[in-house]
């Protein structure tokens, strides 16, 4: 049974599934935040340690405005009626990305992350206004002003996942394959499961499955066992 410390999850298709099922993407953000807190609870009771959440791209800017406002409002509310709940269940909150949002937004994430530092239940990484290949950029930019020996082990040091381990699992709802600039230096060696269904819709049954699939391959990390 391969050891499982942290999943990572694209949660793709809430547009899709509002516009679908609600006639509406907001309806699909709503439905979407919904399934976030159905699988932080099943990732507890796995004893999964850390779970990262693509909650939103350097390029979902160039979604139309009333769009980006209601998933930052989403967020907001969330943050809200919910930090202190998840700071009771021992969930620490850290935000990966550039912290450029509004006054506001700006000190709910600062605060949430600071009434749950100490905590180890589980740390969810909530990726925000973040794209990878920004952060391998700074990463690089900033290993070679500190003129330390340029290798894998202090490269991770510079990236904002430091002192977190690389994801086991990547998880990526919508019907669609491919990386959608997220974590490139952190999964290299991940399992990749694509699922067809979309965000909204995807349930604990579904993630059960993949978190019991990925337990039985047989991985070997470029060697021969």
Do not use: C
Request: hydrophobic share 35%.
């Amino acid at each position: 049974m391969n050891p499982l410390k942290h999943v990572a999850i694209i949660m793709d298709g809430n547009g899709r599934w509002g516009l679908q099922y609600k006639n509406s993407r907001k309806a699909g953000h709503k439905a979407g935040l919904k399934t976030v807190e159905k699988i932080i609870k099943e990732t507890i009771k796995n004893k999964i340690k850390y779970l990262t959440l693509y909650a939103f791209s350097t390029e979902n800017w160039k979604r139309p405005k009333k769009e980006v406002d209601y998933l930052f409002k989403l967020l907001e509310n969330f943050l809200i009626t919910r930090i202190e709940d998840l700071n009771k269940q021992k969930i620490k909150l850290k935000i990966i990305g550039i912290k450029n949002f509004s006054k506001k937004l700006n000190k709910l994430l600062n605060y949430s992350e600071k009434i749950t530092a100490k905590n180890s239940t589980l740390q969810i990484n909530l990726a925000l206004n973040y794209g990878s290949k920004h952060e391998l950029i700074n990463a690089f930019k900033n290993i070679l002003k500190s003129k330390v020996p340029i290798n894998e082990k202090n490269f991770s040091k510079y990236l904002q996942t430091r002192n977190i381990p690389d994801p086991d699992i990547l998880i990526r709802t919508g019907n669609t394959k491919r990386l959608s600039n997220f974590l490139l230096w952190q999964l290299a060696y991940a399992e990749i499961f694509f699922e067809k269904k979309l965000w909204p819709a995807f349930n604990e049954k579904d993630y059960n499955r993949v978190i019991k699939k990925f337990k039985k391959i047989k991985r070997n990390f470029g060697s021969i066992k």
